[in-house]
């Protein structure tokens, strides 16, 4: 069993819809967790960090963690076709060192206009 | 403009060869990353470093070695022994080694094996 798994898609949901992405890890250390957009052909950029349970936002996204489930979430709200992309989640443990991420496969999102 | 740049963004070589991947950033990160992507596998890790002349293997290291003689550079070899060497490279960098801060990626370098 992967320590994180990750539905790969593809997922296709028409413009303006709202876009659930998910995550689920079995590893209870992990404590940090990150959402990353990787265009084609491009290296990852990082869109969300949060830190154990809870909720935090940033214009139309929304990540989510639930601890108690080993689950985490991120939602997009009116998605564009700008938003198309394969989505990573990645976490890692509270550790001292360099910080080991643990990735997902990645869900390859597409948003038609 | 700060960032990560990994050259070349495509490089092909033949079987048996070693080849070198560079990646450099003026970000003043002290660690630094080397991941391997393969489709439907997300990300691995390859190589980290945490600060000059020191690195750590990581999950997938065999057929791979690095150095670390600049803070700002960090370029990994694939050897003839990695058995399955074409993917896409991805170097990364991050501020503080000691704590879980954010990752930055580079571009990318997709290498190919013949």
């Known amino acids: 069993q992967k320590e994180v798994e990750q539905d790969p898609g593809p997922l296709s949901v028409p413009e303006g819809a709202i876009v659930s992405l998910n995550c689920t890890y079995s590893?209870?250390?992990?404590?940090?967790f990150m959402w990353y957009r990787q265009y084609s052909r491009k290296g990852p950029e990082l869109l969300m960090y949060?830190?154990?349970?809870g909720n935090k936002e940033d214009g139309r996204f929304t990540a989510q963690v639930d601890k108690s489930s080993k689950y985490i979430s991120l939602f997009i709200r009116d998605s564009q076709p700008s938003d198309s992309a394969t989505y990573l989640c990645?976490?890692?443990?509270?550790?001292?060192?360099?910080?080991?991420?643990?990735f997902g496969q990645g869900t390859r999102l597409t948003i038609n206009p | 403009d700060g960032g990560i740049t990994q050259s070349p963004k495509y490089l092909f070589r033949k079987e048996g060869q070693n080849v070198t991947l560079s990646c450099e950033q003026n970000?003043?990160?002290?660690?630094m990353y080397w991941y391997r992507q393969d489709p439907g596998q997300g990300l691995r890790l390859i190589y980290y470093?945490?600060?000059?002349?020191?690195?750590q293997k990581g999950d997938i290291a065999e057929g791979y070695s690095v150095s670390r003689e600049k803070k700002e550079s960090f370029p990994l070899t694939v050897t003839s022994a990695q058995k399955n060497p074409t993917a896409f490279y991805l170097c990364?960098?991050?501020?503080?080694?000691?704590?879980?801060?954010?990752?930055?990626f580079g571009p990318g370098t997709r290498l190919t094996v013949t």
């Open positions: 990364a960098s991050s501020t503080d080694p000691g704590t879980a801060s954010e990752q930055y």
């Open positions: 590893n209870s250390a992990f404590q940090y």
């Open positions: 949060t830190y154990s349970s």
């Open positions: 990645a976490m890692s443990p509270r550790i001292q060192g360099a910080q080991k991420l643990v």
């Open positions: 970000l003043n990160h002290d660690a």
């Open positions: 470093s945490q600060i000059v002349n020191d690195f």
